[in-house]
């Protein structure tokens, strides 16, 4: 492909501001209240007949309880992210595992007598597991859980934990990662 036909940046859509907009239930005048811009200016914006620049950005995110990055990333990236699984064993544990931005998802079986204690997919975020099928037992240091079919339990996942597999279990772990935005 010749230099002349390939693009340098990828294509910002701001029409995505239109549907922020609606998702929170609010007009283009409460939104320009807010922000301290112009009807006319959101307007020309949402129907992609202006750029924006970073401070115009930044407020207009700030209005809909966003980092001026995420408001970026949602005008920057308007179509699906279709992945494959990653299949991989640690411990007693089968997992299959999908990651994207800010997210792992992890699809989990072990048989009963299992036990992993510190598993190593771990950062700075927070830790969902879900139960599925089975019984398991997640131990802190100060506390204890054991949880049955349908039942689940978030946590800071840099606390060291332990989980025991009380009889053949099914589980659904997330990671997400901690947002430390202002």
Not at 156 to 175: C, G, M
Request: overall charge negative; hydrophobic content about 35%.
């Amino acid at each position: 492909m010749p230099l002349s036909d390939t693009k340098l940046t990828p294509e910002l859509d701001f029409s995505v501001v239109r549907e922020v907009r609606k998702q929170a239930g609010m007009t283009l005048q409460e939104v320009a209240d807010q922000s301290g811009l112009s009807i006319a200016s959101l307007s020309k914006l949402e129907r992609n007949q202006n750029l924006v620049e970073l401070e115009t950005l930044y407020r207009l995110a700030r209005v809909f309880g966003l980092s001026a990055s995420d408001l970026l990333s949602l005008a920057e990236s308007r179509t699906a992210h279709r992945k494959t699984i990653e299949r991989y064993q640690s411990g007693p544990f089968e997992f299959e595992k999908l990651s994207y931005q800010g997210i792992e998802l992890f699809h989990a079986e072990a048989k009963v007598g299992g036990s992993l204690t510190h598993p190593e997919a771990h950062g700075d975020d927070h830790e969902i597991c879900w139960v599925r099928s089975g019984r398991i037992h997640i131990r802190f240091s100060h506390e204890q859980h054991k949880l049955g079919p349908g039942e689940a339990i978030q946590f800071d996942a840099v606390l060291p934990h332990t989980y025991e597999i009380l009889e053949d279990a099914t589980l659904v772990i997330a990671h997400l990662q901690k947002t430390h935005r202002f």
